[in-house]
């Protein structure tokens, strides 16, 4: 059973910074690409960066500029560096990753749990 465990989440005042990391488990073949998503109260799921094995980045018009994503050299976890917090970065941040289980069969995508980041005065 393959598994995404997300962390950093937590309390914010604008203008301040949170690190969050989220680690595959279990087993697997390889890992693709890996990202982070978000969804805030009333809105939909949206797409904040993302990051290919070969490590290109993609960012949301939103957060370029603020945001950092990286990964390890072993590929299996990302990280999402958020500078400079604005309150409609309020939401709770999914990682996702596109994981291959086995050669034998197509890679999948697969989500953490989610973990809340709220930025408030």
């Known amino acids: 059973q393959v598994r995404l465990v997300e962390s950093g989440g937590g309390l914010v005042q604008p203008g301040g910074a949170l690190r969050l990391s989220c680690a595959a488990s279990g087993t697997y073949f390889s890992v693709n690409a890996m990202g982070w998503y978000r969804q805030g109260p009333g809105k939909q799921r949206e797409l904040v960066a993302s990051?290919?094995?070969?490590?290109?980045?993609t960012y949301a018009d939103s957060v370029k500029g603020r945001f950092t994503i990286s990964r390890d050299n072993g590929r299996s976890t990302v990280y999402l560096e958020m500078n400079s917090l604005k309150p409609e970065d309020t939401a709770v941040y999914y990682c996702?990753?596109?994981?291959?289980?086995?050669?034998?069969?197509?890679?999948?995508?697969?989500w953490g749990q989610g973990t809340q980041v709220t930025v408030s005065s």
């Open positions: 990051m290919t094995t070969g490590g290109t980045p």
């Open positions: 996702y990753a596109d994981i291959l289980s086995s050669p034998r069969a197509p890679s999948g995508g697969y």
